[in-house]
């Protein structure tokens, strides 16, 4: 499974010039509202150093990273979820993301105006956050009256969703987001197919100049926001990533040391993204292939499995499995083995951060 995270932001926030970075797409960053026109879609490999590890030991013919998609979505402006700006064409793009990530400007610049003409990070977060919770009290709402008339000719399956779509529909109306409304796992699955925006975890990137890592009372705002909800701001320098992403790798590096950080923000973003999902990374490696796979934290070996293909989940019977500091540590696979770190897993195994599997299946 990839990621797929939606980026959302007011114009001129850096969204775009961030997308940019992030994927290298050379998309038009134009300074004013709704240069984005449709959303630009880019395939990011999530940086992962136990790939070059691991591929020191097994010399195979490739490489393959997992990945991370991100979707950049035009500058929602209020009134979005009415038709304002670029309107609902534009929320109908982020219902299908595993993850928002919010950007929100946090530096002051007075080349670069703000759509509000005031730069007011919270402002920003509550702007979008009412234009997502109009748009899924709408689709709320319709589904709510679908639910009431099929209750009453007797639907169990309606039945059983009209208390879930009641409680989101009060969490909305009170001006929280869907996740606000406490829904079980069970409660979730009854209404997954509206797709609802602010079911969906959040992160926020915290755009920030140069020098505003520190001392920035914008970015301080971010943080105290996102505690009180539960979720991750990661500050980022979108113009520094900009820069970077333009780099060879020695100068990167040479760049990034100049500037007192440890590596791109991109990375951080990862894994944040990471964090928020829940998601885990096992590896598998052969002579044609060392590669990374992402499951759900907690998946089972034939779950994990069936990322690969869904026949080694139906016929699954062992996982070969290695730890991965075993895996260094011995040498490889035949090293491992004979120091007894070769341990054959069956299905209800739950797959470990960095495991290397090999799966035995029968189909």
């Known amino acids: 499974m990839g990621i797929k995270c939606g980026i959302v932001g007011l114009p001129n926030v850096g969204k775009s010039t961030l997308f940019n970075a992030l994927t290298k797409a050379g998309i038009a960053a134009a300074n004013f509202p709704f240069c984005t026109i449709e959303p630009n879609v880019g395939v990011v490999p999530v940086p992962d150093p136990r790939l070059g590890a691991l591929a020191e030991i ?19 402006v209020a009134g979005a979820a009415s038709g304002e700006g670029l309107g609902n064409k534009f929320l109908a793009h982020i219902r299908e993301v595993d993850a928002i990530t919010h950007v929100v400007r946090c530096f002051e610049h007075g080349d670069i105006i703000h759509v509000n003409n005031k730069v007011d990070p919270i402002s920003d977060i509550e702007t979008i956050d009412t234009e997502l919770a109009l748009a899924d009290l709408d689709s709320v709402e319709k589904a709510l009256n679908r639910a009431e008339r099929g209750a009453k000719g007797g639907d169990k399956e309606m039945i059983a969703r009209k208390p879930v779509l009641e409680k ?10 869907g996740r606000a409304a406490g829904l079980d796992e069970e409660e979730k699955a009854l209404v997954r197919d509206l797709f609802l925006l602010t ?7 915290a755009n920030v100049l140069e020098d505003g890592f520190e001392n920035n009372p914008h970015l301080d705002a971010v943080r105290a926001r996102a505690q009180a909800e539960g979720a991750q701001v990661v500050p980022v320098s979108a113009a520094i990533e900009e820069e970077l992403s333009q ?21 951080r973003v990862i894994r944040a993204a990471y964090q928020l999902l829940g998601l885990q990374t096992y590896f598998t490696a052969g002579v044609q292939e060392v590669r990374a796979w992402t499951v759900k934290a907690g998946s089972t070996a034939p779950k994990a499995a069936a990322v690969i293909h869904t026949d080694f989940e139906k016929g699954f019977i062992r996982a070969e499995t ?5 895996f260094i540590k011995y040498k490889g696979e035949a090293g491992a083995k004979e120091a007894g770190r070769l341990r054959l897993e069956g299905k209800e195994y739950k797959v470990q951060e960095g495991d290397i599997l090999h799966f035995r299946f029968n189909v």
Do not use: C, H, S
């Open 247 to 267: 780099l060879e790798d020695a100068d990167r590096d040479a760049f990034l040391a100049d500037l007192g950080l440890e590596e791109p923000g991109l990375n």
């Open 168 to 177: 989101l529909r009060k969490a909305l109306d009170d001006g929280k987001p």
């Open 199 to 205: 079911l969906k975890p959040v992160m926020y990137i």
């Open 322 to 326: 290695i730890a991965y500091d075993d």
């Open 58 to 76: 097994v010399k195979p013919q490739r490489v393959v990273p997992t990945a991370v998609e991100f979707v950049d979505i035009a500058g929602l």
